[in-house]
């Protein structure tokens, strides 16, 4: 048998409830066109984490992966390669790479497809306090700033889905958008359904041939002081046409609050326009935080 080195690897990542099935098969979509990949073979990995161990804690799940991927660097040194992680999947990969910064000189790219990078909400909801139950707690860590500095050095996209004006019926728009990617959002489409959806597969391997494919994703200073308050989750764009204006910024932009029938507090940004540019909210634990915060925007860009 002749061994034959590939032209790279491309690891995929299958997410929470899930196996790899479908993820494989998103993979051998992939490399199937001659147009978005260099000419010779290509070895897929696409490790299957067990569906019952997807409930339970991320950790041994990271580790599996960082298992396989260093089992493969040993079976071909130097060889770059590509990254698809879909939903938890792409969590799994951030921190695998964080764990191995040697190795993102040879990362093609990344590709995140409906991952909940800055924290799933659903996850803050059922661990507000992070308390360790199951899954949640793993998944409502915001990683953004963790996946700026890899996308900083990594040609980093992001697919998203918007199937409800906000979500993709699972995860937040938000919280899958971070700075120093590129951002590309499907509308009527579904958190499983992006798994690989022929867009989706077109939008890869068009990002493998030209990484400055999608929108650029910038956040102003007034964002960024929203994100580094203690406890905020990105959030449903949901509630940003019921919510009341609580004050108007020198730049022609307002600042909306909103509570839920919980008494839950969100925050919205909106341009002159009237278009959300961002959502979140806070539990009753960081309400005082998210108050401070208002109040120095207003100090330092009300008007």
């Known amino acids: 048998m002749v061994n034959v080195t590939p032209k790279y690897i491309l690891f995929a990542q299958h997410g929470w409830a899930d196996t790899n099935s479908t993820m494989m098969a998103l993979a051998n979509q992939l490399v199937a066109s001659n147009t978005a990949q260099p000419e010779g073979c290509v070895s897929i990995v696409a490790p299957d984490l067990g569906y019952l161990q997807t409930w339970l804690r991320i950790t041994p799940l990271i580790q599996t992966v960082e298992k396989v991927a260093i089992q493969q660097r040993a079976i071909h040194p130097n060889i770059p390669f590509r990254i698809v992680g879909h939903s938890m999947g792409g969590l799994i990969w951030l921190e695998v790479l964080n764990r191995h910064r040697e190795w993102w000189a040879d990362v093609h790219s990344l590709i995140l497809i409906a991952s909940p990078v800055g924290g799933a909400d659903l996850g803050r909801m059922i661990d507000p306090f992070n ?27 992001i697919v998203a889905g918007n199937s409800d004006e906000g979500s993709d019926g699972t995860v937040p728009v938000e919280s899958t958008k971070f700075a120093n990617a590129r951002f590309v959002c499907l509308p009527r489409v579904s958190h499983p359904v992006l798994r690989n959806h022929p867009a989706v597969v077109s939008i890869i391997q068009d990002f493998w041939l030209d990484t400055t494919l999608g929108e650029t994703i910038e956040y102003d200073q007034i964002i960024r002081r929203l994100h580094a308050v203690p406890g905020i989750t990105d959030a449903h764009w949901r509630g940003f046409r019921e919510a009341t204006v609580a004050m108007k910024l020198d730049n022609g932009g307002t600042i909306r609050t909103w509570k839920n029938g919980l008494g839950i507090d969100h925050v919205f940004v909106a341009s002159p326009e009237g278009k959300c540019l961002y959502a979140g909210f806070v539990g009753w634990l960081h309400t005082p935080d998210l108050e401070q915060a208002l109040t120095e925007i207003r100090q330092a860009y009300g008007v």
């Open 131 to 157: 308390l360790g139950i199951g899954i949640a707690a793993d998944l409502g860590i915001n990683r953004k700033p963790l996946a700026e500095k890899i996308a900083a050095q990594i040609p980093t996209l």
